[in-house]
């Protein structure tokens, strides 16, 4: 089946530490998306990409950072930066070609602070 | 000014009954796209239905239809029949703009409980 999988679940940092969230997608879309999620709150864009080793900064970047080395996988680094990185994190892809095609999602990866 | 707005934060609906839940929005572009998601308590996001700009009919998937009034700029979903079932958070989301590419402007949503 086509999809997109996120890894871990579940993830708790250490303070200092960068944690790596892991977002692959089977879909052949072009565009993928990283956002955060805070309880109760709708989304916002952490992260996007259109095209292999190209990405851009959504509204709320600073002190995460993406790679995007092949077509089907986007990863999120939360570095030690984000001084309040506790939140539920959603992964989604797009293709580029349609304007009516919605943003197809993964099941989430929720982070912790230990 | 927010570009998305959805009033209710929580609602209460009997089950069987219909239930509307309101989304307004903001934007100078004459080309654009109306989504509304689902969100369960496992945390997934479930796409429902699409209205485009230019679309003359109001959009429907199954339950799920869009009252779309673009003078107001409302673009609001109707669940009917409710299930148990839809009990669950609801998005709306725009995409400004003919490009698929271009971001989706979230709401802050909806939280949906379905009674017995």
């Known amino acids: 089946d086509g999809g997109i999988t996120q890894s871990p679940k579940y993830l708790f940092r250490k303070e200092g530490q960068n944690v790596t969230l892991s977002c692959e997608q089977n879909?052949?879309?072009?565009?993928m998306y990283w956002y955060r999620q805070d309880p109760g709150q709708g989304l916002r864009l952490i992260y996007y990409?259109?095209?292999?080793?190209?990405?851009q900064k959504g509204d709320i970047a600073e002190g995460y950072s993406v790679s995007r080395e092949k077509k089907e996988s986007f990863p999120l680094t939360v570095t030690s930066a984000q001084k309040n990185p506790t939140a539920f994190y959603l992964c989604a892809s797009s293709p580029l070609s349609y304007s009516n095609q919605p943003q197809h999602f993964g099941d989430g990866t929720r982070l912790s602070i230990l | 000014a927010q570009k998305i707005t959805q009033t209710q934060p929580g609602m209460f609906v009997q089950e069987k009954e219909a239930v509307t839940l309101d989304c307004t929005y903001d934007t100078s572009d004459q080309s654009y796209g109306l989504f509304w998601y689902k969100q369960p308590s496992s945390g997934e996001m479930i796409f429902l239905i699409y209205?485009?700009?230019?679309d003359e009919q109001n959009a429907t998937e199954g339950r799920y239809s869009l009252n779309f009034q673009k003078a107001r700029k409302s673009a609001n979903l109707v669940i009917s029949a409710s299930q148990l079932g839809d009990s669950a958070m609801y998005f709306c989301?725009?995409?400004?703009?003919?490009?698929?590419?271009?971001?989706?402007?979230w709401g802050a949503g909806t939280k949906l409980i379905i009674k017995p």
């Open positions: 990409s259109q095209i292999v080793n190209d990405f």
């Open positions: 879909l052949n879309h072009d565009a």
């Open positions: 989301a725009m995409r400004e703009g003919l490009r698929s590419n271009y971001q989706l402007i």
């Open positions: 209205q485009g700009s230019y």
